[in-house]
């Protein structure tokens, strides 16, 4: 039970820790909130409007790779340290830990996190089809209802 006493006494001290930080919040917070008090106060520029929209979901999709790599370094670091002597089953681990990063990083590229700039509109999906023509369109929807084209009677 002795060998447990360390992680107890960390866990009594955050747990104080939370405690004493929220009753001083409390304490020494303000009591009568004006609209300046309240403001958000970002370096020194206050804000007079509203974003004009809310973060795109590209944005989080290129954090989350951010997150994939990060988290890959964190556990290729130490397998690099003692890759030797895990052996043939530490190579094993980490092929599939890496496959399932590597699917991951696929997964949020087939997403488009990492479309934005030119690229992205050289890649929209809403292009045209050649073979769509006005032709094929008109006798598709049919000229019940059209007026006649007069340019289309002289031409004849």
Known sequence: MA????????????IVFGALSRVASRLLGPRNPTVAKMAPYECGIV???EPPQRFPVKFFLVAMIFIVFDIEIVFL??????????????????????????????????????????MKRM???????PARTSTTTIRRVG????????????AA
């Open 143 to 154: 000229l019940e209802g059209r007026e006649p084209d007069e340019s289309a009677g002289e």
């Open 77 to 118: 670091f130490p397998w690099a340290v003692v890759y030797r002597t895990l052996g043939p089953f530490g190579l094993f681990a980490i092929l599939i830990f890496a496959a399932a990063v590597f699917e991951s990083f696929v997964y949020l590229i087939s997403n488009g996190a990492l479309d934005w700039g030119p």
């Open 3 to 14: 060998q447990y006493l360390p992680i107890l006494v960390m866990l009594v001290l955050a």
């Open 47 to 49: 804000p007079d409007r």
């Open 123 to 129: 890649r929209r999906n809403d292009v045209v089809d």
